[in-house]
């Protein structure tokens, strides 16, 4: 079988850890198949990526660059990454599920004519066949698929182990696509970055989100004291965002964002379908919630049935008091 292909996704120079997660998850499958593993790396630029890369079982790393590339566009990614899996003829493409994943495994799969499983929890080799686990109906079910031709998989942050496994060697090859200004018709033109800087959600470790309990916007700050606590990003329900409490980038769920945290702490949060489709993978769910009839109970690995307003000051006191010890 051909060799193991992965995306590395990098913004500003640097690597997210979710495509540190997506290489990690390629050397195991590289070596379950007996087959080589290579990382691509897309931008302008490129700051000496390999050794990252190699600590985690690349052993050949593909930089892309071009002026061209020095943001994110469908149209100058799809286009470059193509020709560089065409070059390369891999028999798996693995990409991390983020923002930029979603929009460019799916675009990438519709030119190269290959079957992509988005948005996986699981990734195993099997008698010599790749399959590949994802959820389906909401979260409801989960689908077990197989691949004819090339694969192509979007794995979901957060849930895939990072495992060191340092490459004996890494060759690093340097790419510069032939792209045309003319074929790039969508480009970024100005980026405005919120003046708080905060974690985002879909890559934190540890998330404390607020729902409709919360009952007016100036109560967030109780969920900010937790999640500072706990050094955690702040999440929300739809129906906080809906309501103008928050800001749509900090929502979870099927209409927001799909996260799987080690820790996830739900506070005023009734638990609708659409909110569990995008939490229920979270290694450990605590709810606090007044209503011992909450949906969110049926879910969650602890759970305080209490008012949230007398709950979380009183967490918060507590987990600042041990972590000053």
Known sequence: MAGILVFAEQRNGSLKRASLEAVSEGRRIADALGTSLSAVVVGADLPPLAEELAKYGAERVVLVESPLLSSYSSDGYSEALAAVIGDASPAVVLMPATAMGRDLAPRLAGRLGA???PDCVDVRVEQGVLRARRPVYSGKAFATVEFMGLAMATLRPN???????????????????GLQELRIRARVVRTELPERKELDVAEAG????????????RNFSLIRDLAEALEAAVGASRAAVDAGWIEHSHQVGQTGKVVSPTLYVACGISGAIQHLAGMSSSKVIVAINKDPEAPIFKVCDYGIVGDLFDVLPKLTAELRRLTSE
């Not at 490459?167 to 090859?173: D, M, R, Y």
């Not at 540890?206 to 916007?217: D, H, N, P």
């Open 115 to 117: 079957g992509l499983a």
């Open 159 to 177: 849930v895939f182990p990072l495992v060191e496994k340092p490459a004996p060697s890494c060759e690093v090859v340097h790419v510069s696509p």
């Open 206 to 217: 540890k998330i404390v989100s607020g729902g409709r309990g919360l009952k007016e916007a």
